[in-house]
């Protein structure tokens, strides 16, 4: 089989993927310094951004990392446990459909 006996459909329509935000959650144990270097390091954050996001997550209670497709959003909030076991905070990261 080559090229040429592929047939395409015409009528096929194609999706886009399902896109989820990450968010991170408040405790009263993890830092604002660690949540800040997570922003920056996890999720590419400029410094002043990742500040605010870590005021929304501190004052509001939660705060929004960024929208990403399920696997990047997914692979993100496991990067995120995975820094805060380390560091031995309980900080948490969830995902919610946007």
Same mark, same amino acid.
């Given at each position: 089989? +080559?090229?040429?006996?592929?047939?395409?459909? #015409?009528?096929?329509?194609?999706?886009? #993927?399902?896109?989820?935000?990450?968010?991170? $959650?408040?405790? $009263? %144990?993890?830092?604002?310094? !660690?949540?800040?270097?997570?922003?920056?390091?996890? !999720?590419?954050? #400029?410094?002043?951004?990742?500040?605010?996001?870590?005021? +929304?997550?501190?004052?509001?209670?939660?705060?929004?990392?960024?929208?990403?497709? %399920?696997?990047?959003?997914?692979?993100?909030?496991?990067?995120? $446990?995975?820094?805060?076991?380390?560091?031995? !905070? #309980?900080?948490?990261?969830?995902?919610?459909?946007?």
């Amino acid at each position: 089989m +080559d090229d040429r006996d592929v047939k395409l459909d #015409p009528d096929t329509v194609l999706q886009e #993927p399902k896109m989820y935000r990450v968010i991170l $959650h408040n405790d $009263h %144990y993890t830092t604002m310094e !660690f949540v800040v270097e997570v922003l920056i390091l996890v !999720f590419h954050k #400029p410094a002043a951004e990742a500040t605010k996001i870590m005021l +929304d997550v501190h004052k509001k209670g939660a705060g929004a990392c960024g929208v990403y497709t %399920y696997d990047i959003a997914a692979t993100k909030a496991a990067q995120v $446990h995975t820094m805060a076991k380390l560091r031995e !905070f #309980p900080l948490k990261c969830s995902l919610e459909e946007a």
